[in-house]
């Protein structure tokens, strides 16, 4: 009989407490606004901070209750700034037909065509090694091959080739520049996925200094912006550039007659 009655308290109890705690839940809940409610399921969810928000969430929420810039997801791209903008209720000119950019290593110099300092024995990361005389690499523009760059990657877009190469999965890549902004010597860049061309090196020495520890470096010769006014190449600082931004006639004629093949048809 008292376990009978003790049974019977127990479940009085509990269902007691549960019609309470269902009662506060409905009076104190916080409810969202509708419009981040339309805004969380949209957002990419990578949760990569580019925005400068803590995540996709937040950046949702700055959006619909402080009144953020809507174009700030790297990763959204165009697509979802317009749908931010149908939710939001504002007029803002989004160009269909904008091109995309994503990362891509310019170097391609490995121990193979390349000179190094000394032999380091540290932990894999470039930034580690880049404090110690900017790291063991003779070229000090070049890709330090530690992949801290992949390290930093939220969508395991980047790895490394058995010669020792990042590599960039550029289906992969949503633009959100992390390993542009991790990479001690700024060989990570932006360029336009639809780019038929890349000019793979980041060093600006010159090119008789270039020749004595990379095969595969810029030696600034301007054979291609000389001899090729239309391929869209410019040389700064010994080091040649090729203009993205528009077609080029004459890029593939440049490309076939730079000594050192390093523009790059992708």
């Known amino acids: 009989m008292n376990i009978l009655l003790a049974l019977i308290t127990v479940a009085l109890l509990g269902g007691a407490f549960g019609f309470g705690l269902s009662y506060a839940e409905k009076k104190l809940a916080i409810k969202k606004d509708e419009k981040l409610l339309e805004l969380e399921p949209i957002m990419p969810g990578v949760n990569c901070g580019v925005c400068g928000y803590a995540g996709c969430n937040a950046y949702a929420s700055a959006i619909a209750k402080e009144g953020a810039e809507l ?7 165009p697509d979802l700034v317009q749908k931010i903008s149908e939710i939001m209720g504002m007029v803002v000119e989004v160009d269909p037909n904008e091109r995309r950019k994503v990362a891509h290593v310019m170097c391609k110099g490995n121990v193979e065509f390349t000179a190094k300092d000394y032999v380091y024995d ?5 930034n580690a090694a880049h404090l110690l005389m900017g790291g063991d690499n003779t070229c000090k523009d070049g890709c330090l091959r530690m992949g801290s760059c992949i390290k930093v990657c939220p969508t395991d877009a980047i790895s ?7 590599v960039i999965d550029e289906a992969k890549c949503i633009s959100c ?10 060989v990570m860049q932006m360029i336009y996925e639809d780019s038929e061309y890349s000019i793979d090196c980041n060093s600006k020495l010159p090119g008789g200094r270039v020749r004595k520890f990379c095969s ?3 030696i600034g010769c301007k054979i291609c912006e000389n001899k090729y006014p239309e391929s ?3 040389v ?3 080091l040649a550039y090729f203009d993205q931004a528009v ?4 890029i593939a004629e440049a490309a076939e007659a730079c000594p050192t093949k390093i523009i790059i048809k992708r």
Do not use: F, R, W
Request: aromatic share 4%.
């Open 71 to 77: 174009n700030l997801c790297a990763p959204g791209g």
């Open 122 to 126: 540290g932990p894999m990361d470039c």
């Open 160 to 166: 490394k080739d058995s010669d020792g190469y990042i």
């Open 177 to 186: 520049e992390k390993c542009v902004a991790i990479c001690p010597t700024h």
């Open 216 to 218: 595969v470096g810029c």
């Open 232 to 234: 869209g190449c410019k």
């Open 236 to 238: 700064e600082s010994y």
């Open 247 to 250: 077609p080029h006639s004459q």
